[in-house]
C-alpha cells in the first residue's frame, strides 16, 4: 500500500511539473481559483445547513429538503467540483500554441495536425470519463431513492391507552416503526436500543430510544436507519442514535415511556399531545 501510495504521489508530481511548465501561470492559478470558490460555496452551504438543523439559524421545511441531501451526498459536490475542472482543461485544450494558418513550414503543419490528434484523443477519454461518472451518480440516486421508501411499521393497539411493546422485539439495535391509532388519526412512532453505556446500565430507561417518527422542523416525513446513524427521510438529517428523543434540529419528537418487567409501555395521549408540536 505505501509503494503503491508512493508511486502515485510521484506520477502525480512528474505530471504537475510537466503540465506547469506547457501551461502559463495566469490561466493555472485562473482555474485553481473558480475551483477554490465552489469549494468555498460547498463550506458555506453546509454551514447553513448544519447551523439551521441545530436551530440557531430560522429554517423551514423546504429550505432543509433542498439543502439536506446535497449536503449529505458529497458526491453531488465532488462530480460538480470535478466537472468545472475537466472544463476548464479543456478550454486550456482547445487553445493551441500554434495555429495552422501561421505555421511556416510543413514540419510546423505536421506538429499542429499531431496535437489536435492528442487533444481530441485527451477530450474523448474525459468525455467517457464524465460519462462513467453521472452514471455512477444517477445509480447512487435511483438507489438513495429506493432506499427512502415510505417504512414499513407494525400496528398495534393500546390496551387502557396504553401501549406494551415487548423488549425482545426491538433488542436488535435496529430501527423498529409502529403505528397506533387515536380517535379517527394515527400515528406513527419509533423504538431503537441504545448502545450499551454505564448509565443504561444503571437505568433501564436510557437503554432505548422512544420518539415519534417526526420531527419539528420537517413533520412526520420519518427516519430510516443508516448504520449508527437515523437519517431524515426528508432533509437527509443525520441523527446519532443515542440522542433520539432529545430536544433540538431534526433530532425525533422525545415520547415519555417506562420499561416495565419485558416491556417498553407508552400512553397514547402522549403520543397525540406530542404530535401537536410537529408541523403539517
Request: proline residues 4%; aromatic residues 16%; positive net charge.
Given at each position: 500500500m505505501v509503494t503503491?501510495?508512493?508511486?502515485?504521489?510521484?506520477?502525480?508530481?512528474?505530471?504537475?511539473?510537466?503540465?506547469?511548465?506547457?501551461?502559463?501561470l495566469h490561466r493555472f492559478f485562473a482555474a485553481t481559483t473558480v475551483?477554490?470558490?465552489l469549494v468555498s460555496a460547498q463550506l458555506a452551504i453546509t454551514g447553513l445547513h448544519e447551523l439551521s438543523e441545530a436551530r440557531w439559524l430560522p429554517s423551514s421545511k423546504q429550505e432543509m429538503a433542498f439543502i439536506g441531501p446535497?449536503?449529505?451526498?458529497?458526491?453531488?459536490?465532488?462530480v460538480f467540483i470535478?466537472?468545472?475542472?475537466?472544463?476548464?482543461?479543456l478550454r486550456e485544450w482547445l487553445t493551441p500554441s500554434t495555429s495552422k494558418d501561421t505555421a511556416t513550414n510543413e514540419a510546423e503543419q505536421r506538429l499542429y495536425e499531431a496535437q489536435r490528434r492528442r487533444q481530441r484523443r485527451w477530450m474523448i477519454s474525459a468525455s467517457v470519463a464524465c460519462l462513467a461518472v453521472i452514471l455512477v451518480l444517477t445509480a447512487d440516486f435511483i438507489y438513495a431513492r429506493a432506499t427512502s421508501a415510505p417504512p414499513s411499521s407494525r400496528a398495534v393497539a393500546a390496551a387502557a391507552d396504553l401501549i406494551h411493546i415487548p423488549l425482545a422485539e426491538v433488542q436488535d439495535g435496529s430501527l423498529h416503526t409502529f403505528t397506533v391509532k387515536s380517535g379517527t388519526q394515527d400515528f406513527r412512532f419509533i423504538v431503537i436500543k441504545m448502545p450499551q453505556t454505564a448509565q443504561c446500565l444503571q437505568e433501564p430507561s436510557k437503554c432505548w430510544g422512544v420518539a415519534l417518527d417526526a420531527c419539528r422542523i420537517c413533520g412526520a416525513e420519518g427516519y430510516r436507519q443508516d448504520g449508527q446513524n437515523v437519517v431524515c427521510r426528508?432533509?437527509?438529517?443525520?441523527?446519532?442514535?443515542?440522542?433520539?428523543?432529545e430536544a433540538g434540529g431534526c433530532n425525533p419528537v422525545g415520547l415519555p415511556f417506562q420499561v416495565e418487567g419485558s416491556e417498553i409501555v407508552v400512553n397514547v395521549s402522549s403520543i397525540s399531545h406530542a404530535f401537536t408540536e410537529v408541523p403539517k
Open positions: 503503491r501510495g508512493l508511486a502515485a504521489a510521484i506520477a502525480v508530481g512528474l505530471f504537475f511539473f510537466k503540465g506547469t511548465v506547457k501551461i502559463p475551483i477554490l470558490w446535497i449536503v449529505r451526498n458529497e458526491l453531488f459536490f465532488f470535478f466537472g468545472a475542472a475537466m472544463l476548464l482543461i426528508h432533509c437527509a438529517s443525520a441523527i446519532y442514535i443515542p440522542t433520539i428523543g
